[in-house]
């Protein structure tokens, strides 16, 4: 391994496997248990801060005004006309500056700027500044905005004009292998279906948010995002300054699920308004405005073709989708990613086009390309398990393939059908009627489904500092976020478990640019990324505590705050002087294109629909999955249960409707776009198996954050095929598309 | 105006637009009560007026005279947690905890109106509403979780229902 390790360093590329871990000779016996969050205490009394409640003195309230039309150009802002409110302070905007939609994630650019031309309806064009947010709200509301309309593309339509010229995202826009056209004439059994998939909107809980403070020419801006390191970068560049006089504080994040990667609209307003003005300003969206303004997971067409032997052997794999964005923004949603390596089949197409449209900027949900991909990919595969009248299982195992099928290259670790077996025997498999609409409970028919889960692993540049001081505490500081994935906990765990103390010994400082820069929280690299950082860092410092005890690091043993070598036990506070540091930083490396990494699962659910009125209830849902070591068995149990009702959400309710005449989301809130409540989802059982990836990262953890939503919601649509015999390439699959052919009571 | 919130009497002179979560978060500081939607979808402004569960930013705090507020901060405290947060801290019954403050309230309210035998949409005998997982379900499904901690809030609540009977 190409590793550099200076006095308070050490960085460590992945080029090479990483075979041993020192989280497996550790024995402070923290790391994969069950353990409660640290951060819980905090969140269950409200003590955890989130952006929007910093309290300053002199704090001056902003309401973002979203415009009204869908297409077009902001003529004149009638400012006057609010001014004279009592409380109104002013209305700003900047044509130039303000940005007309959020950043991506990771980039280190501004996103596209300028709110004069209308792309969208719902675009940030001002904001209005008061003492108190009620007239903030009052004067938002009634300032008055011409505008000139122009003729948009409200509606999604194949006939559009596409863009099929896309730079790559995480995956090739366009890649084929083979002969696929060929392979469907020659084929035995073939699928040729057209999935859709709408729009749907991450709606974290936490609205978008900032508080923008201005001290001595540099910004702090307490902002709700997912990768502050990068985040800062974007919003230096948004505003003209230099990169070093913005910081982020994030400390708590109200969840993100992808809408808070990259810099969104409230945050360069605010922090215009406070320069302007010489105060802090707030800057809170209003739930309509998340849904309108932030980010959406793109709606798809996906044409699915298979080709297989009479045997059920997959000869070729068509995945060819087709999503929207906004003119010139280059993200396209990349459905067939995990088609790329999933099953075998020699003659392979798979590809992405855009077309290009006036609705919000699509970007990255939870799961970006798997979640709405295996939707496509997993409901085609029960298609052509049913046309070969085979069992699901056998049909993934015939084709379960030894290598990388594109790549030819091994997996670094797959455990695939491992979990499709003991899922098999967990949820009582063997008991499902094969035939479609034979089980029946009175007026429910029951069936039960099974898809494959699947997700691409990444590792992204991490940095994290590690502290020992002479009271034998351990500080961990990172630019790094927890936004409910656990990353306070787990980072505190792997801490306690190298450095060998107790787990409330260590304290975490999370989620500030003026620590170490760090990979945030996104794509579920998180835990792999910055859990190796600490890691790393902690390494370093265990072989400086080896040193000071003058004994090898294999002789070494470090528990409950002791340093103990032949016999001689110190705690470890006595051996660090004033205090030690060092930053660990892991990076990827040749081990990505050396081996396709990716966590695996299965989803089995078991539906119920009302032959009489539609409606689909899940009954029960399991998912087992391997993602290398679980650093925490109950944060990944949550991560988990948290996908798998995305799943729900995807495959029965979740649709953002744009209206077809404006653009403008004509559901843009939490009564009319429906995500599962309580009484939508059963008591989900979740199974990990145990798993280590040596080619992953030194912690051998792989990614569980996006896994769980990975194929959940096509185990339900199968699980509806299978209760009614109707196959539904419609999502969601509402009652209305149900109704008409379900069968005669 | 008057209002004894988290057993404290406070006297503030709100705007007449300002709703009881605004008054909380915005002129008190007590932001342990959070805004979600604004528009009573979410639950998570949800807290105790007068011992009953009320989504917060749906009533306004002129409203309110002399009426008694509990928050989330006025049920427990870190290192004297009520039983409920306990059981949410014990059972992972969230996960980004934005919404949490207002599950834990509801949850509260929620116990009290079951133990006073108030039947809910999923009751089969409205003589007896036992608290099966059906009911907690259901009676908290005003309480939006995006994480979707649904299955561990269900044993949270299920636990401290236990001792409480």
């Known amino acids: ?745 | 105006m008057n209002f004894t919130i988290n057993g404290q009497p406070h006297q503030v002179d709100p705007d007449i637009r300002t709703s009881v979560l605004d008054l909380l978060r915005e002129h008190l500081g007590l932001t342990g009560s959070k805004k979600g939607c604004d528009h009573g979808q979410c639950g998570a402004c949800t807290v105790l007026i007068n011992g009953r569960r009320i989504n917060s930013c749906l009533t306004l705090a002129v409203m309110h005279q002399d009426d008694e507020i509990v928050t989330v901060e006025g049920l427990g405290s870190i290192g004297n947690l009520h039983p409920m947060q306990a059981a949410f801290v014990a059972h992972d019954g969230f996960q980004c905890g934005y919404c949490t403050p207002g599950q834990i309230c509801s949850a509260v309210g929620m116990l009290d109106e079951a133990g006073r035998g108030w039947p809910s949409h999923v009751t089969a005998d409205l003589r007896h509403a036992e608290l099966t997982d059906a009911e907690i379900s259901e009676r908290m499904s005003g309480n939006i979780c995006r994480c979707s901690a649904y299955p561990n809030i269900v044993d949270a609540i299920r636990e401290v229902a236990g001792e409480v009977e």
């Open chain 1, 1 to 745: 391994m190409s590793d550099s390790a200076n006095n308070d360093k050490l960085m460590l590329t992945m080029d090479k496997p990483h075979p041993s871990s020192l989280l497996d000779t550790g024995v402070q016996g923290v790391i994969g248990k069950p353990l409660a969050r640290v951060d819980g205490p905090k969140k269950v009394t409200g003590a955890a801060t989130y952006a929007a409640e910093y309290q300053f003195d002199n704090l001056a309230h902003g309401v973002l005004v979203g415009s009204t039309i869908g297409k077009g150009r902001v003529v004149s802002i009638d400012a006057d006309a609010v001014r004279a409110i009592p409380g109104v302070i002013d209305v700003i905007t900047d044509f130039e500056r303000f940005i007309r939609n959020s950043q991506q994630g990771g980039k280190t650019d501004a996103p596209a700027q300028g709110v004069r031309d209308v792309a969208y309806f719902g675009q940030i064009i001002a904001i209005v500044i008061a003492e108190s947010f009620e007239v903030a709200r009052d004067a938002a509301l009634r300032l008055p905005v011409a505008y000139e309309r122009e003729e948009g593309v409200f509606e999604f339509s194949m006939q559009l004009e596409r863009d099929y010229d896309l730079p790559p995202n995480n995956t090739p826009a366009h890649a084929e292998q083979g002969d696929l056209e060929n392979a469907m004439r020659e084929a035995a059994v073939t699928v040729d279906s057209t999935y859709t998939t709408p729009s749907q909107n991450s709606a974290a809980m936490e609205p978008h948010a900032s508080i923008a403070t201005w001290k001595d020419g540099a910004l702090t801006l307490y902002g709700s995002y997912q990768m502050p390191t990068s985040d800062a970068k974007q919003l230096a560049k948004a505003l003209g300054v230099a990169a070093d006089t913005v910081r982020i504080i994030s400390r708590y994040v109200g969840g993100g699920f992808g809408s808070k990667l990259g810099i969104a609209p409230e945050s360069v307003a605010a922090a215009i308004a406070a320069k302007r003005l010489g105060r802090p300003v707030k800057a809170v969206m209003s739930r309509p405005q998340v849904f309108e303004a932030t980010v959406r997971r793109s709606n798809t067409s996906q044409r699915m073709r298979l080709a297989a032997t009479a045997e059920g052997k997959i000869t070729g794999i068509g995945h060819e989708t087709t999503a929207s964005n906004l003119e010139g923004e280059n993200f396209f949603e990349p459905a067939g990613i995990s088609t790329h390596f999933l099953y075998v089949g020699e003659h392979r197409l798979i590809s992405h086009d855009l077309v290009r449209m006036n609705w919000g900027l699509s970007g990255s949900m939870r799961a970006p390309g798997e979640a709405v991909g295996l939707l496509g990919l997993e409901c085609a595969m029960d298609e052509l398990a049913y046309a070969l009248q085979m069992d699901p299982i056998a049909l993934r195992r015939l084709n379960e393939p030894e290598r990388d099928p594109e790549k030819n290259v091994p997996f670094s670790s797959r455990s695939l059908m491992q979990t499709l077996d003991e899922g098999a025997n967990r949820f009582g498999w063997d008991k499902r009627h094969a035939k479609p609409g034979t089980q029946r409970e009175g007026e429910w028919l029951i069936g039960m489904g099974v898809a494959a889960a699947a997700r691409s692993n990444l590792l992204m540049e991490s940095s994290a500092k590690v502290s020992i001081h002479p009271d034998s505490s351990v500080t961990v500081s990172s630019a790094m976020t927890d936004i409910g994935t656990g990353s306070y906990t787990i980072l505190t765990q792997v801490a306690a478990e190298v450095l060998g103390v107790p787990m409330e010994q260590v304290k975490m400082e999370l989620g500030d640019t003026s620590d170490v820069p760090a990979a945030g929280s996104g794509g579920s690299w998180g835990a792999a990324s910055s859990g190796s950082a600490v890691y790393l860092a902690c390494e370093k410092l265990r072989a400086e505590l080896a040193k000071a005890l003058g004994v090898d690091g294999d002789a070494l043993t470090l528990m409950d705050g002791m340093a103990s070598a032949n016999g001689e036990s110190k705690p470890i506070g006595k051996l660090v002087g004033d205090g030690i540091e060092a930053v660990g930083t892991i990076k990827p490396g040749k081990q990505e294109k050396e081996f396709t990494q990716a966590s695996y699962g299965a989803h089995f659910a078991e539906v119920a629909v009302n032959a009489v009125t539609g409606e689909t209830r899940v009954r029960r849902m399991l998912g087992v999955f391997a993602a290398g070591r679980i650093l925490n068995e109950k944060t990944a149990r949550s991560q988990c249960l948290g996908g798998m009702t995305f799943g729900i959400g995807s495959a029965l309710t979740e649709d953002l409707i744009h209206d077809t005449n404006t653009g403008k989301v004509v559901n843009h809130d939490l009564a009319e776009y429906h995500v599962a409540v309580n009484a939508d989802v059963p008591q989900l059982e979740v199974i990990f198996l145990p798993e280590r990836d040596v080619h992953a990262n030194p912690i051998h953890a792989k990614g569980i954050g996006e896994l769980g939503v990975c194929g959940a919601g096509a185990a339900i649509a199968n699980a509806v095929y299978n209760a009614t015999g109707i196959r539904v390439r419609d999502f969601p699959m509402t009652l209305d598309k149900l109704l008409d052919q379900l069968p005669v009571m």
